[in-house]
């Protein structure tokens, strides 16, 4: 089968061919019916010189952590799933530590690899995964539902931080309106009734905004935290969600948030935060996150089956995922780009 390959570090992938995998103990087989592609794919492949210590990541190895598809096969030990049947592939957890107990997969010390982050990914006509990732769909088609496992879990679970501060009458901002941050937009709008403004500096990444109902959006320049202000009749917001995590965005956030805000910083853009007495108004928090539970993949799958969030997608055969990793690397891609083996 064809697979998108990374063989060394800083250097980008290839499509190569290589034997279809088999499930082993506790492993699904599963057939891709599309694969998101994500900004930290280009970091592993653009900026990494070796695997962060938490991932756990040798190569080479095929790309991919955004995957739908069909269960095609279980390896021994793994019932329940029935062959055929549409799934996602998530985060996995060790299943006996605190964090997994409590539900929080995500934050487990003792993930298991899954494809992409660790084992093979899904930029590829097969792929396997832990049967702990397994997510069924119902009847959702898999290629659309693929960015659901990552661009739409970790703005769900970013989104799902600040709603309690987001009564009527607040507001929330997304700064960075991407594949993350147009899905934190529409999951905002169908969850609650705060105002939602959106800040970009893309006018494409803000029309598509304005079109998923953005109350508000506003070019990301100097200006940019008088506007939020202007808009907030002067008293900041409750939640600010920063899919970019610059320096300049996280310091955004810290000029417009209220007292008693809360800023969930999801983008890894490197940004550094001097803390310092004020640097924040009284009561306010900085956090950051990781993707999301798999309990909130769930919650996220029956928002999609009820029709509340209708992802923006741009679908690319896999013979094309170069040309949509460039355009990814320009900034051109609306939404998100999902790659989708040739002939599916
Ligand atoms: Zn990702
Ligand atoms: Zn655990």
Not at 70 to 86: D, L, R
Not at 298 to 316: C, D, F, T
Request: proline fraction near 7%; include cysteine.
């Amino acid at each position: 089968m064809k697979a998108y390959r990374m063989l060394q570090w800083k250097t980008p992938a290839r499509l190569v061919d290589v034997p279809v995998p088999e499930a082993g103990p506790g492993q699904v087989l599963v057939k891709v019916g599309g694969n998101g592609i994500c900004q930290s794919d280009l970091h592993m492949m653009d900026d990494w010189e070796a695997s962060p210590p938490h991932l756990d990541i040798r190569l080479p190895m095929t790309v991919g952590h955004e995957i739908g598809g069909w269960v095609e096969g279980c390896g021994p030990g793994v019932s329940g799933f029935e062959n055929g049947q549409p799934c996602l592939v998530t985060l996995s957890g060790c299943g006996h530590c605190r964090y997994c107990a409590q539900g929080w997969n995500n934050y487990c010390p003792h993930k298991k690899p899954v494809p992409g982050i660790g084992l093979d990914g899904g930029l590829a006509e097969y792929t396997v995964a832990p049967a702990d990732a397994i997510v069924p769909i119902g009847g959702l088609e898999p290629w659309r539902a693929a960015p659901l496992t990552d661009a739409g879990l970790s703005a769900y679970h970013a989104v799902r931080r600040v709603l309690p501060l987001l009564e009527p009458g607040g507001t929330a901002l997304v700064i960075g309106v991407g594949g993350l941050g147009h899905m934190a937009v529409m999951i905002l709008k169908a969850l609650c009734a705060a105002r939602v403004l959106a800040v970009d500096q893309s006018r494409e990444a803000l029309s598509l905004a304005s079109g998923l109902g953005a109350d508000a959006c506003l070019p990301s320049d100097e200006s940019t935290a008088a506007a939020v202000r202007d808009a907030t009749g002067g008293k900041g917001v409750e939640g600010v969600l920063d899919f970019v995590g610059a320096g300049a965005t996280v310091s955004l956030a810290a000029r417009v948030i209220r007292p008693l805000g809360h800023i969930v910083v999801v983008g890894r853009g490197h940004g550094s935060f001097a803390f310092q007495d004020r640097a924040l108004p009284y009561g306010a928090m900085l956090s950051t996150t990781f993707g999301g539970s798999k309990l909130e993949l769930m919650h996220l799958v029956s928002l999609a089956e009820a029709g509340a969030i209708r992802p923006h997608l741009n679908r690319y055969p896999l013979s094309e995922v170069e040309t949509a990793f460039e355009r990814l690397r320009k900034g051109q891609i609306a939404g998100r780009a999902v790659i989708v083996p040739d002939g599916r």
